[in-house]
């Protein structure tokens, strides 16, 4: 089955112990994201990957970390997690990043005390 | 920038009743996509259609129908005969002409009671 899977899918954690949220395609998509959910913000872009070790900035990647060494794999690395990171975030993947469809994955519910 | 609104927030209605979500848009690009996301309570994000800037022809899926207009950058969305299933976020979202950058509407929640 094509599906973009993230795990955890639930944590709580305390500010500044480092956390990876993994995020995995099995669709050889060349495109992957992440973004964060907030009440009334919808869904903001985090970072973006175009393909294996390319990745770039979106709108809120202040406090984040990527890195994307295989194609299927875009793990979100937060290095010293605040409060204000407290958030659901989605992992997304394309065919291509160029106007295609995103998929998105299930959703990880983090909370940081 | 590029940007997306959707004015309402929350709509709630009885079922049956058609309901109309409303999403404009910004952009400088002349080509871009336009996308509408449903989110059940149980929290995936569901795709529900794609419309390219070029296509102005409006699209009808079964009880769903979108309204593209450029003229006046919206892209709306109807449910006809609304179902309680059918209650969920929805989302409206818009891609740049690079494809790399995918910006979302705060969402509209939308309640069906029966």
């Known amino acids: 089955e094509a599906q973009v899977t993230q795990n955890p899918r639930y944590l709580i954690t305390v500010t500044g112990k480092k956390l990876t949220v993994t995020c995995s395609q099995n669709m050889n998509h060349e495109y992957m994201s992440w973004y964060r959910q907030d009440p009334g913000l919808g869904l903001r872009q985090i970072y973006y990957s175009m393909n294996v070790e390319v990745t770039d900035k979106g709108d809120v990647p202040e406090g984040y970390k990527v890195s994307r060494k295989e194609k299927r794999n875009f793990p979100l690395i937060l290095e010293s997690p605040s409060p204000n990171q407290t958030s659901l975030y989605f992992c997304?993947?394309?065919?291509?990043?160029?106007?295609?469809?995103?998929?998105f994955g299930p959703g990880t519910r983090l909370t940081v005390l | 920038a590029q940007k997306v609104t959707q004015a309402q927030t929350e709509i709630s209605v009885v079922e049956k009743e058609d309901v109309t979500l409303d999403c404009v848009y910004e952009t400088r690009d002349t080509t871009y996509y336009l996308f509408w996301y449903k989110q059940p309570p149980s929290g995936e994000l569901v795709f529900l259609i794609r419309?390219?800037?070029?296509?102005?022809q409006n699209e009808i899926s079964g009880r769903y129908s979108w309204n593209f207009q450029k003229s006046t950058s919206s892209f709306n969305f109807t449910i006809t005969a609304s179902q309680v299933v059918d209650s969920a976020v929805y989302f409206c979202a818009l891609s740049n002409n690079a494809g790399n950058m995918l910006t979302f509407g705060g969402g509209t929640r939308l309640m069906v009671k029966p």
């Open positions: 419309r390219n800037s070029f296509d102005e």
């Open positions: 997304a993947s394309s065919l291509r990043g160029r106007l295609a469809t995103q998929y």
